[in-house]
């Protein structure tokens, strides 16, 4: 495994590392780290467009509606296929566009990031407390956590757990992934993982009664 410390930007592969995944799982702030870390060049889709439009996302698809965003999403997409040896945050609606994620994944390795919901509702409030309390935006969060929870279904990906994962541990994890384009461990898996299934009830109907008597 590659020590991160030791890790700079000549080190790694001529592709970016492409971050994915629903609202509040931590795609930006573990993006930025991993960025400072190995002397990465970094980009956000979201600061991008709300720079642009001096904006939130929600605000920008309550104002102007989806299909003005997800043009803003292809336009800033495409300016991001041109960067290498980048770290990328995508948003998971965005990454859904087929557009998208043709001209991404091309020059990227792509790694979904997850966390149990309630780890990512944690996050969103300790991340934005002030606002999470504003009743408006905070079902603006909402709505928009559960489109972006689609990502999770999408059987391409490389999804990665992060909900007992320290930040040192998640770049660590990412960064070997960057370098060798193998992904290593059992919080790593393909497409989404596979569903909970309660066990079969015995039935507790009066025949079943009688055979036990």
């Known amino acids: 495994m590659a020590k991160t ?3 700079s930007r000549l080190d790694l592969p001529y592709t970016n590392l492409l971050l994915t995944g629903f609202l509040g799982v931590g795609k930006t702030t573990i993006g930025r780290h991993i960025a400072r870390q190995v002397g990465a060049d970094f980009f956000d889709l979201d600061e991008e467009i709300e720079l642009r439009e001096l904006m939130s996302i929600s605000k920008v698809r309550e104002v102007y509606g989806d299909n003005r965003l997800k043009v803003l999403e292809n336009d ?8 290498r040896r980048a770290v990328l945050v995508i948003p998971g609606g965005a990454l859904l566009d087929l557009r998208n994620y043709g001209m991404l994944s091309d020059v990227s390795r792509v790694a979904c990031l997850t966390c149990e919901l309630g780890e990512a509702l944690r ?3 300790m991340g934005s407390e ?10 603006r969060m909402m709505s928009r956590l559960r489109r972006e929870y689609e990502i999770v279904n999408d059987p ?3 999804q990665l757990d992060t909900t007992h994962l320290t930040i040192e541990e998640e770049t660590r994890l990412l960064v070997d992934y960057w370098i060798s384009g193998e992904p290593e461990g059992p919080l790593f898996h393909q497409g989404p993982p596979p569903r909970i299934r309660p066990p079969a009830r015995s039935p507790m109907g009066l025949s079943s009664k009688r055979e036990q008597g």
């Not at 495409?78 to 960067?83: E, S």
């Not at 002030?130 to 079902?139: E, G, K, N």
């Open 123 to 125: 996050r969103l409030h």
């Open 130 to 139: 002030q606002q999470y309390r504003d009743v408006t935006i905070r079902r």
């Open 156 to 158: 391409r990906l490389i």
């Open 76 to 83: 800033y997409c495409r300016q991001a296929a041109l960067m």
């Open 5 to 7: 410390q030791a890790v």
